[in-house]
């Protein structure tokens, strides 16, 4: 159980019932992390300090939708700012036709490749996708994505059709995906039509 978020989110329910006190201690805690995101992904200082207040308003307007079960608030904080700042940097995209490239690599890689904690998130949100699959779709993705096991050879374990193993993935997959796409980690595809994640697999 983690105390200090407990506590947070208890101060997060305050301040969206207008406890100002709340919010100051909530906003002294999360601005400087909220920040480093931001900045690191923009690389604007100003940029991030608008997209800070941003979060902390969306904060204000969405704080009853923090769900404690699905991840921490340094979690949650971080996919919203994330999602901010792609959305900052595709606007800069267009009207910046001379952008820099790095930052157009930036858009589509997200935050995870420049900062720890944001990757420490991302293993979360996947332990938390991979818990809520159905048992046999979990354990056909860890066996065939994370201990690199072939299709036949989990088939012949398990003593299953192959075609069995194959269905388990496809759909464990569109299911974290599903998942991915709620917390914001993975964009929805225009059109809504949805594709696998680009998991690779080791050989």
């Given at each position: 159980m983690d105390l200090h978020n407990e506590a947070m989110a208890m101060r997060l329910?305050?301040?969206?019932?207008?406890?100002?006190?709340?919010?100051?201690?909530?906003?002294?805690?999360?601005?400087p992390f909220i920040m480093q995101i931001a900045y690191r992904v923009t690389q604007e200082q100003m940029e991030a300090e608008d997209i800070c207040h941003d979060i902390m308003l969306e904060v204000l307007r969405r704080g009853?939708?923090?769900?404690?079960?699905?991840?921490?608030?340094?979690?949650?904080?971080?996919?919203?700012?994330?999602?901010?700042?792609?959305?900052?940097?595709?606007r800069r995209a267009k009207t910046e036709p001379l952008a820099d490239p790095d930052l157009l690599r930036r858009d589509e890689t997200g935050p995870a490749e420049e900062d720890p904690a944001v990757r420490r998130f991302q293993r979360e949100a996947l332990?938390?996708?991979?818990?809520?699959?159905?048992?046999?779709?979990?354990?056909?993705i860890v066996g065939s994505y994370f201990e690199a096991h072939t299709h036949q050879e989990l088939a012949e374990t398990w003593s299953v059709p192959l075609g069995t193993v194959k269905s388990w993935i496809k759909y464990g997959v569109a299911n974290m995906r599903?998942?991915?796409?709620?917390?914001?980690?993975?964009?929805?595809?225009e059109g809504g039509a949805e594709h696998e994640p680009s998991l690779k697999r080791k050989r």
């Open positions: 329910a305050q301040m969206c019932e207008g406890d100002t006190a709340a919010f100051d201690e909530f906003y002294a805690c999360y601005a009853h939708a923090y769900d404690p079960s699905r991840g921490s608030i340094k979690s949650w904080l971080a996919v919203m700012t994330r999602s901010r700042c792609i959305d900052k940097l595709r332990r938390s996708a991979l818990s809520g699959l159905p048992l046999n779709q979990k354990q056909a599903k998942q991915f796409i709620k917390q914001g980690w993975v964009d929805q595809p």
